[in-house]
């Protein structure tokens, strides 16, 4: 008989903790399964899988820990997927949720292909009624849908920054979980790792991001980018524009082509507001930009614009900031 | 090299109509004027620059509407030699499942060294197809990739696959499924020449008989989630506009971020 657990994917960071998605995803997984009367487990597939197991554990009552030499040297996703799919084979939960970032969108797509499992993706929101009930903000935020499962089984894809990660009130237990098979899709070998320059946390992460566009004027001006980055403890992105003139590295891109984030706060400095790179930051909690010219569409839908020079204001920004900061 | 590149026809988000159809909450495809996926372009671009450096050619592959040829064209005049549209009635409405099942099979028949996919749509936005297919032809599955190096005498693909620290070098036998992204340059225009040449460049069109699909049920029928409601979010509160001079702007921006307890 099926079982009708509900599973999260724990994914691991470079350095082998967890990923901060997947303690978003455990901390929504356990609030669902509450409500639905359904058991949580983790599943971490790992080389090492141990540290990472045991900061799931802390979110969710049961953790499966599956040791996966491949991982260490060759691309996780594929990997991941299959070991993923082989146990829900074997035990039979009902659902998977995972993060809708790069490794999560990975593994779903494996996941799916495998399992035959349908996915929802994106959550912007997961609620329980029979079943996972799960919004989506689509047309850059203009709607939200609300979308269900045909059947009793299914992958879940949530957005990073939809819940804030809180730890259970006693943390569960980590068990050694088996691996099953052979790994029948082909290897990719990892034949370097490269680390780039100045890459901070990732932005879908973050809870403040600060943001700048063509009105930056180039990398020089990302400097006080950077800084009131810096002071309010937030990350850096910038808009198609800026990455296009090699201001910034592509991995901070903010819109259609790039990440689609939810923090608590976008600042934007020198950023029109363009429906390209709107789609990827309105749902933010808050939006202060500012611009030169009142007539941007960002002044539209920003909760405070400041109409100013952002070589006066921002500067000014980081002054107070910092004043305030002692 | 033979490449072959995945393109979607989606609305074009520069349009702002995008909608949802009234009775059945499917994307209203008829509404809005459709356009190549802004990161099915980067594959395709990243495509026509390794035939270039290589020799081979590049061919598309597309499941869309009845109205996709029009938009494929726009990909063959950057310089696609020829393309495969699956278009189906039984399709409309297909998941991702569907999706990555219908092409799979749609590739199954084709002679390829590489397939380019873009990293996600503009209107789904779901990012799951590609490792799908992949999984479903055994290919090996090289995602988000900054750079890609074929050395086609060793039959090898050397991909920048971009990591939240920086990237890391996949290498991986062909033929082999990339995911593109931005990072590999800017799409070309098309020239007078190109669309002069697309216009009569083939088009093929097969239906869902056509298509090798082994895998399981598709298309709408099939789907395996449905939208079962839509509803504008709550719309943000009106926009406070500060003039004040800088440092007294300034202050007033930090009043405001204490308030909303985010500093």
């Not at chain 1, 292909?113 to 996915?119: E, S």
């Not at chain 1, 780039?196 to 992460?205: D, F, H, S």
């Not at chain 2, 409309?92 to 219908?102: F, H, I, K, N």
């Amino acid at each position: 008989m099926p079982g009708d657990a509900i599973w999260v994917h724990g994914e691991l960071a470079a350095d082998g903790s967890l990923a901060k998605i997947s303690t978003e995803v455990a901390t929504l997984a356990r609030t669902v399964g509450e409500t639905a009367g359904r058991q949580v487990v983790g599943v971490v597939v790992g080389a090492d899988p141990a540290a990472a197991a045991a900061e799931l554990a802390r979110f969710v009552p049961r953790v499966l820990a599956l040791t996966e030499p491949a991982t260490a040297d060759h691309a996780a996703g594929t990997i991941v997927g299959q070991r993923l799919a082989g146990l829900i084979e074997r035990e039979q939960p009902a659902f998977l949720l995972t993060g809708a970032g790069p490794e999560g969108r990975d593994v779903a797509g494996v996941v799916s292909a495998l399992t035959g499992w349908g996915v929802l993706v994106n959550a912007v929101g997961v609620t329980w009624d029979d079943g996972p009930v799960v919004q989506m903000s689509v047309f850059g935020g203009k709607l939200t849908t609300t979308s269900r499962l045909t059947e009793e089984r299914g992958i879940v894809t949530v957005r990073p920054n939809v819940v804030t990660a809180e730890p259970a009130a006693a943390p569960g237990s980590v068990e050694a979980g088996n691996i099953f098979g052979e790994l029948d899709l082909p290897l990719v070998r990892i034949v370097d790792r490269v680390e780039a320059a100045g890459v901070a946390a990732p932005i879908e992460e973050a809870r403040i991001i600060v943001a700048g566009g063509r009105g930056v004027g180039g990398p020089d001006g990302f400097k006080v980018v950077n800084d009131l980055a810096e002071a309010l403890g937030g990350a850096v992105g910038a808009t198609r524009a800026a990455v296009d003139s090699g201001w910034i590295p592509y991995a901070q891109q903010i819109g259609q082509t790039g990440k689609i984030v939810k923090p608590a706060l976008y600042l934007a400095l020198g950023i029109s507001g363009a429906i390209q790179h709107k789609v990827g930051m309105q749902t933010a909690g808050t939006i202060v930009a500012i611009n030169r010219d009142p007539d941007a569409p960002i002044a539209e839908f920003a909760d405070v614009v400041v109409i100013g020079d952002l070589f006066e204001v921002a500067p000014a920004l980081l002054a107070a900031l910092r004043a305030r900061a002692g | 090299m033979r490449i072959v590149v995945l393109v979607k026809p989606v609305p074009d988000t520069a349009s702002g109509g995008e909608r949802l159809r009234p009775d059945d909450w499917r994307l209203d495809r008829a509404a809005i004027p459709a356009v190549v996926n802004a990161n099915d372009e980067y594959a395709l671009e990243a495509a026509l620059k390794l035939a270039e450096a290589h020799g081979g050619e590049v061919v598309l592959v597309s499941m869309a509407g009845p109205g996709a040829p029009e938009t494929m064209r726009k990909a063959l005049a950057m310089g696609a030699a020829s393309g495969t549209l699956v278009t189906d009635e039984q399709l409309g409405g297909s998941d991702t499942l569907s999706t990555a099942r219908v092409l799979a099979g749609a590739l199954a028949d084709m002679e390829y060294d590489l397939v380019l996919a873009g990293a996600d749509s503009s209107d789904g936005g779901a990012g799951v197809v590609p490792a799908g297919i992949a999984t479903l032809l055994g290919l090996p599955y090289l995602s988000y990739a900054a750079k890609i190096e074929p050395d086609p005498a060793a039959r090898t693909v050397r991909v920048h696959r971009i990591s939240p620290t920086g990237y890391e070098v996949l290498e991986a036998p062909l033929p082999a499924l990339i995911v593109a992204t931005q990072a590999l340059g800017e799409p070309r225009y098309p020239s007078l020449k190109g669309i002069m040449a697309a216009r009569s460049k083939t088009l093929e069109t097969k239906t869902l008989v056509d298509v090798a699909v082994g895998a399981g049920p598709v298309g709408g029928a099939a789907a395996t989630s449905r939208v079962v409601g839509s509803e504008a979010p709550s719309p943000r509160a009106a926009t406070r506009v500060i003039r004040e001079p800088a440092d007294e702007a300034a202050r007033l921006v930090v009043e405001f971020l204490a308030e909303r307890r985010i500093i």
